[in-house]
């Protein structure tokens, strides 16, 4: 069988890529460990969370730390949230010296409220003109490549004029997140109006929404003609998404899901590299979401994140996993149905031997 492209190295915007896929930005959960996983996993570009200009500029030390490498992390993007020209561009020259990024994309479709009411996100899809002198600003300002993360438009689709204003304006390749600002997620993604972009500019264009298996990846690229495809939720807690649709593309077949094992020691990894990079207190929060999906769908899994929720150290949180790892596995029994692992709550369950009180 001949290899399928999405396994095929692909330049963009000046940086060459092993292969054609890309994991999302997604605040709260692209931080330095996941992008670690979902790197060796596959995913030949991968995005932090998003930063706010301002906040980049005054020393946050919160956003800085969010912006940050992790040590050897290459090729390493950064994607600023923001509205006025001149402030993006001031943020990506500091994101530029501080973290030496290799690429600068500007948030052109962050839908929530708080975001759009200062007209910023998915506000800027309703001033083209200014999405146009926001990128050519920062291409100036910086010496690397500048893109954009869009999605179709505001509340009606104008996907093909926004790409057009972009390509215009320099930016060296569009993601297009295909819903509109008034979309939600139970709308499906617009892969049509991706493949129409594809076709109207010269600029590569990023496909975004709803590949969520590894068999979904290979049929944007082939459904849309876009140059790379963008997973964002199915990757959470899945970093197995890229290894196993990398397979698909090179052998046919994507292999067999993650067992109970690999999940739950991946949880354990991003655990310990989140204690190590963020201490205790932060890994124990920030692991409680992590946790959530590394787990999603195994049985029992709804009582065994109900203990996550409960766990306040990084040693109660171990014990969690691998306990319930145990019981997958039947060395605590056989293995569980939803109701055999107790909910938790107080003096109920299994109890950790290191809990006090
Ligand atoms: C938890 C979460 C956080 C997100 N944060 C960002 C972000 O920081 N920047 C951004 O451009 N998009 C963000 N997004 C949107 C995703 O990058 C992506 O465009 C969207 O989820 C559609 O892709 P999917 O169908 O693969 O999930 C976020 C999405 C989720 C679920």
Known sequence: MDRHVLASPIVLAGLTLENR????????VSDRPFRRLVREAGAALVFPEMVSDKALLMGNRKTRDLAAPYPGEKPFPVQLLGRD??????????????????????????????????????????????????????????PVPVTCK??????????????RVAADAGAAFITFHARLRTDSYAVPARWTALAEIVQAVPVPIVGNGDVLEPEDALR????????????????????????????LAR???????PSARERISAAL?????LAADKGERRAVLEMRGHGSWYIKGLPGAAAAR?????????????????????????????????????PAGEGDGPECPTSRG
């Open 150 to 163: 869009m999605r179709l438009g505001w509340d009606r689709p104008r996907g093909t004029e926004l790409a």
């Open 85 to 142: 020209p001149q402030t993006l561009a001031d943020a990506a020259l500091k994101a530029v010296e501080c973290f030496g990024v290799d690429l600068v994309d500007i948030n052109m479709g962050c839908p929530v409220p708080k975001v759009v009411s200062n007209g910023e996100g998915a506000a800027l899809l309703k001033e083209p003109t200014l999405c146009g002198r926001i990128i050519e600003r920062v291409r100036r300002a910086v």
């Open 220 to 247: 944007m690229l082939d459904e849309t003609g876009c140059a790379a495809v963008m997973v964002a939720r199915g990757c959470r807690g899945n970093p197995w998404i890229f290894s196993r649709a990398l397979r």
């Open 21 to 28: 896929l890309v994991s999302a930005p997604m605040a709260g």
């Open 306 to 342: 109900a203990r996550l929720m409960k766990a306040r150290t990084v040693e109660e949180m171990r014990w969690t996993l691998t306990f319930y790892l145990d019981t997958l596995e039947g060395r605590r029994g056989d293995a569980p149905a939803a109701e055999d692992l107790a």
């Open 251 to 257: 052998r046919g077949d994507p292999g067999p899901p």
């Open 269 to 273: 990894r991003h655990l310990e590299m």
